[in-house]
């Protein structure tokens, strides 16, 4: 697939439960696919304070999707976070040629480091 690469940092609902932030995840996915993006990799960082109020809000729930993807999606994602009520924050930003080749050298690594472990 051709495309960019983005990170894409949600802030989700603080009062949801950890299966309902689940769900929200898994429809945040499908979102990402549909729109043409493939998920390189997903952190979860959990349920953090957040460094002032947001919203009447001082936690939440951080997500951060690393995606590849063509150059129209970015408005399309948004577009579904600012209607999807349980996300009350995001941002998506193109990665920049030095950070994108040091994060692709990270997942060589972590391939490299997988297949000795399996080796063992």
Do not use: H
């Amino acid at each position: 697939m051709e495309g960019n690469y983005y990170e894409s940092v949600v802030l989700i609902e603080p009062s949801l439960g950890e299966e309902e932030v689940s769900k929200v995840v898994d429809t945040i996915k499908s979102r990402i696919q549909r729109y043409g993006g493939e998920i390189i990799r997903e952190e979860d960082w959990g349920l953090r304070d957040l460094a002032y109020e947001l919203n009447k809000r001082r936690r939440a729930y951080y997500r951060i999707f690393t995606v590849k993807a063509p150059p129209e999606f970015v408005k399309s994602l948004e577009d579904f976070y600012r209607t999807y009520e349980p996300v009350f924050k995001f941002v998506t930003f193109k990665l920049k040629k030095k950070k994108l080749r040091a994060f692709l050298e990270s997942l060589k690594g972590q391939q490299k480091e997988g297949a000795a472990q399996n080796v063992q």
